[in-house]
């Protein structure tokens, strides 16, 4: 199955591939009659105890094949081929010979299903090409991430994500352009690809505001005292200057260039419209949080005690981790803070089943890596720590290139005292 994120298709319309088109079709993805399913009851009449793959069993050459798909053959006629010039066909068992015609089919008959892109979907996918991107993180462990952190709308939610931004996604799918997003990131910029593929509107957008961890220290200050570090190019140009040479370049540009060009810097400045100053979002951070949202790859004790302090009285907390030792540590020392109630440390676990007329049953292969959450409720104010960070890429990539710990045990470089 191919799984193609497109949101203004019907959902969960089927398509299938006829001439290097996609055309829409009735039916799943393996419908009768290429491979139908066996009804209630049914009992296999043979078995493979006499087959013996030798790879001689299929008469049809690839040069045959490739003859049949110059022709303008369907992918249907040319699985009916192989099905004929199988010389086991016979005697395999009817569960055999729909594995069989469904994995022809895969290939030469292929199928896709549109489905909206969601935090459920999403995440899905996800977690079945590239998980790590994502910290291993399952749907049902987002699900519960949502519930413990009380997730509404109309909210204020602190978010530490380095899922490429899946959870502040989930969370503002959840608020619905209703709320305010406030999302701490170390680097130069936050790493959410996936955010833009749930293509929110231009509301929900601007519900989200990003602010580099290491302001989080300038939180305990007033406003006024607070004094905005000069911005230092790093070519050494102004902007006006920068902006000069980039429209001398642009002038050597062929005209589909320079209309691409133009609509780049259109987005660019449409974005700078609703981006929210620096100062307006420290404010809203000052206010108090509704809840707190850990999901990161970062020493959790570390983050979450320098993100405490601005989370509301009786608002709830949930942090995320793929590892165990790290939340452990981080529960024994919440334990003995007064300030936290309701203290739990759970593993998330699912069992995967396939479900068939006659095959149902759990999944064969199925990943040990569940993650753990950790939950609570603040009901005291905590007085907050002061950070100083030093955070810079270049250290960040050397770190990175010389440590073999866990992703789990990096640290933010920030020193409290």
Not at 285 to 294: G, M, Q, T, W, Y
Request: charged fraction near 30%; aromatic fraction near 8%.
């Amino acid at each position: 199955m191919r799984l193609i994120m497109y949101t203004n298709i019907v959902n969960s319309a089927v398509f299938e591939e006829q001439n290097k088109k996609l055309v829409k079709v009735t039916g799943g993805l393996f419908p009768d009659p290429v491979a139908p399913e066996t009804g209630d009851g049914f009992v296999p009449d043979g078995d493979n105890r006499h087959y013996a793959d030798t790879n001689s069993a299929q008469t049809l050459k690839q040069t045959d094949i490739g003859e049949l798909r110059e022709k303008g053959a369907s992918g249907k006629e040319i699985i009916q081929k192989l099905v004929e010039n199988s010389s086991t066909w016979e005697t395999k068992t009817e569960f055999s010979k729909q594995k069989y015609l469904k994995k022809k089919q895969q290939k030469y008959m292929p199928r896709v299903r549109f489905l909206r892109c969601t935090a459920e979907s999403l995440c899905r996918t996800y977690r079945l090409k590239n998980p790590a991107k994502i910290c291993n993180l399952r749907e049902d462990s987002l699900g519960q991430i949502l519930v413990y952190g009380n997730i509404f709308a109309g909210g204020q939610v602190l978010v530490v994500d380095t899922c490429m931004g899946l959870v502040t996604g989930a969370i503002a799918e959840r608020q619905g352009g209703s709320g305010r997003i406030i999302c701490p990131y170390e680097g130069q910029q936050p790493a959410a690809d996936i955010l833009r593929r749930f293509n929110f509107d231009k509301r929900t957008l601007e519900s989200i505001h990003y602010m580099p961890f290491k302001q989080v220290r300038l939180l305990e200050m007033e406003e006024e005292d607070v004094v905005e570090p000069a911005k230092v190019a790093r070519d050494g140009l102004t902007p006006e200057e920068r902006e000069q040479l980039a429209a001398e370049r642009a002038k050597n540009f062929t005209p589909e260039q320079q209309k691409r060009y133009a609509e780049k810097k259109a987005r660019r400045e449409q974005t700078k419209l609703f981006r929210q100053k620096p100062s307006t979002i420290r404010e809203w951070a000052r206010e108090k949080s509704d809840s707190l949202v850990i999901a990161a790859s970062y020493d959790p004790e570390e983050v979450l005690m320098a993100l405490l302090p601005y989370l509301g009285r009786s608002k709830p907390f949930v942090v995320y981790s793929e590892f165990l030792e790290p939340l452990t540590r981080t529960f024994a020392t919440l334990q003995k803070m007064e300030a936290i109630i309701d203290l739990q440390l759970n593993e998330t676990w699912t069992r995967e089943n396939q479900v068939l007329p006659g095959r149902t049953h759990p999944e064969m292969n199925m990943s040990a890596c569940s993650g753990y959450l950790l939950s609570g409720i603040k009901i005291l104010d905590i007085p907050p720590l002061r950070a100083t960070s030093n955070v810079s890429l270049n250290e960040r990539d050397t770190d990175s290139a010389e440590s073999d710990e866990a992703p789990a045990k990096k640290k933010l470089k920030n020193e409290f005292s």
